[in-house]
């Protein structure tokens, strides 16, 4: 498997002219090289064929492009390779019902990175400060806050422009090798996912939602202070800056959120079932949409998807119609509005927390759609208690490790 691991840069005045520079570059190349892709038909061979025709003429553009020869051999290549990255990304999004256009030139606010691949740049240290020497460019101080394992092959250097201002450089790696999973598992957890609870799972830990309504408060602020500036004055452009610092926020600290809250999940249990939610659907529902487009549940799935196949543990998606009114006991349908919390089965008798009762028909579903053996079974006679939240701002401040905390024994009816 590929994994990215991200460092933060910090170059002088005059680097960050010269990054910018590349960047522009790049851009430049993208754009003309998109040009020249455009006049090729399909019939001249696969996406990847016409796309390599387009590269195959860096070494004719070069004897009359001057800016050229000051990218390093694999920056240019890999500017020109964009353009099948990108194809390919439109094609997928179409396949998930996104209405995609075509592949349009870039302006200098929409190219934000350039690549090295496989060669180009390597870690050194000067006056004990630790630098990313980049070929053709510069040595740029880095933030280097944890090491790359020896034993991982660094496949490709991306350096990015954020819309803050700062600089990153994200290290593509290979070379972990994916653990086999259990084919037993014994650990498995089934998780309901929600707005007033972010995670509600199976061992009766439940996840409150990040407040994040003091970055929302300052975006909101800075959105308005720069809705009264003069586009493209100089008062714009620093409050634009501080736009994108409130933005950069938000992202950092539910990302952060989600890394942390999937990450446990990962490495505590042998197998992990969600429901495979339509997040976007979700977003375009009338009302408390941004309520659910925060709670990001489509990068939550993503994030641990990928996680539980670097630790070997099984993941599963399973549909999520009626994981709320089926009874976890009788699997019989009760119909719920949202305020009611507390799922009482007029059938059978079982009484549970309506996101409990869901994380067990989750995880029910999970091991079914899997078709793996489970030691222990779904409890039946057992009402579940209401959960303890867990506040979103612990797992942020002290990471997973205090995440498992479980509410009260189950108490027999």
């Not at 991200?6 to 851009?27: G, I, M, S, V, W």
């Not at 630790?130 to 092959?153: F, G, N, Q, W």
């Not at 996840?207 to 602020?221: A, C, K, P, Q, T």
């Not at 349908?333 to 305020?339: A, Q, S, V």
Request: proline share 4%; charged share 30%; net charge negative.
């Amino acid at each position: 498997m590929h994994y990215a691991y991200r460092f933060r840069l910090n170059p002088t005045a005059k680097q960050r002219e010269l990054l910018d520079y590349h960047r522009d570059t790049c851009r430049q190349l993208y754009n003309h090289a998109l040009g020249e892709f455009e006049q090729i038909p399909d019939s001249a061979g696969t996406l990847n064929q016409r796309v390599r025709q387009v590269r195959d003429q860096l070494t004719d553009l070069k004897e009359w492009w001057d800016e050229l020869n000051d990218l390093y051999s694999t920056v240019a290549q890999a500017a020109v390779m964009r353009i099948e990255d990108s194809i390919k990304a439109l094609s997928e999004l179409k396949q998930n019902s996104y209405n995609v256009g075509s592949l349009n030139w870039k302006a200098p606010q929409e190219f934000r990175s350039f690549t090295y691949v496989q060669s180009g740049f390597e870690f050194d240290s000067k006056n004990g400060q630790p630098v990313l020497s980049l070929s053709k460019l510069a040595d740029i101080p880095i933030v280097k806050h944890r090491e790359i394992p020896d034993d991982m092959t660094v496949k490709e250097v991306t350096i990015k422009k954020e819309p803050t201002g700062e600089w990153f450089a994200s290290f593509v790696v290979d070379g972990k090798q994916t653990p086999e999973k259990p084919a037993d598992p014994e650990r498995c957890v089934g998780i309901d996912v929600g707005i007033l609870k972010y995670a509600h799972d199976t061992d009766g830990t439940a996840v409150e939602s990040l407040d994040l309504s003091d970055e929302r408060e300052r975006l909101e602020r800075a959105q308005r202070d720069l809705s009264r500036k003069e586009h493209g004055s100089n008062n714009w452009e620093r409050q634009r800056k501080v736009v994108a610092r409130r933005h950069a926020d938000l992202k950092r600290k539910r990302r952060d959120f989600l890394h942390k809250l999937s990450a446990y999940y990962a490495t505590e249990y042998d197998l992990v079932a969600v429901e495979d939610l339509d997040a976007k659907g979700l977003v375009e529902l009338p009302g408390n949409s941004r309520n659910r487009a925060s709670a990001a549940w489509g990068t939550f799935k993503r994030m641990l998807e990928y996680k539980c196949e670097r630790e070997g543990a099984h993941f599963v998606a399973v549909d999520p119609k009626d994981t709320t009114k089926e009874c976890a006991s009788c699997g019989a349908k009760t119909d719920k509005p949202l305020w009611v919390r507390e799922h009482s089965c007029p059938s059978c008798g079982f009484e549970a927390d309506r996101d409990a009762n869901a994380a067990i028909n989750i995880l029910s579903r999970g091991l079914k759609q899997l078709g793996v053996g489970h030691s222990e079974s779904t409890p039946v006679e057992t009402e579940l208690p209401v959960d303890t939240p867990i506040s979103a701002k612990r797992v942020i401040e002290a990471g997973s490790p205090i995440l498992k905390e479980r509410t009260a024994s189950a108490v027999s009816e």
